[in-house]
């Protein structure tokens, strides 16, 4: 199975898939595999793909990596859900901005700065 059917939904457009503990409220991401012991004790939740920016950081890696900068932000989603990713954009952030939440072949999701 790969990260695309595991994380994301089959709507059109695509959104991220949780899961949602009955008896707590808990939502856990990513989500709990229909294999685990556990999975009874969730049932499947879509996320919302918008959401603001609660923090982020630049990494600047080694020179000698030859990688360019990136940013890591946490995302906050209506739910409450929070979110750890890469941003895909080249965009200066700043804590509030708006990010959508787009699939990514390499980490399954990625955030996108949403222009106001």
């Known amino acids: 199975m790969n990260l695309k059917t595991l994380l994301w939904s089959e709507d059109t457009p ?10 707590t409220g ?11 012991p556990l999975a009874d004790n ?8 918008e959401g603001t920016v609660y923090s982020y950081t630049i990494i600047h890696p080694s020179l000698k990596s030859g990688l360019q900068p990136f940013t890591l932000v946490y995302l906050d989603l209506p739910g409450p859900t929070r979110l750890f990713g890469r ?11 708006l990010c959508r939440v787009i699939p990514d072949d390499t980490y399954g999701y990625a955030f996108e700065f949403m222009e106001d």
Do not use: K, T
């Not at 808990?26 to 685990?36: A, G, K, L, Q, R």
């Not at 969730?42 to 793909?49: A, D, G, K, T």
């Not at 941003?87 to 901005?97: C, E, K, M, Q, T």
């Open 14 to 23: 695509s959104r991220l898939l949780a899961s949602y503990h009955r008896s």
């Open 42 to 49: 969730y049932v499947s939740q879509v996320l919302e793909s």
């Open 26 to 36: 808990e939502i856990v991401f990513p989500p709990i595999p229909s294999h685990s």
């Open 87 to 97: 941003v895909n954009s080249i965009h200066r952030l700043a804590v509030g901005d």
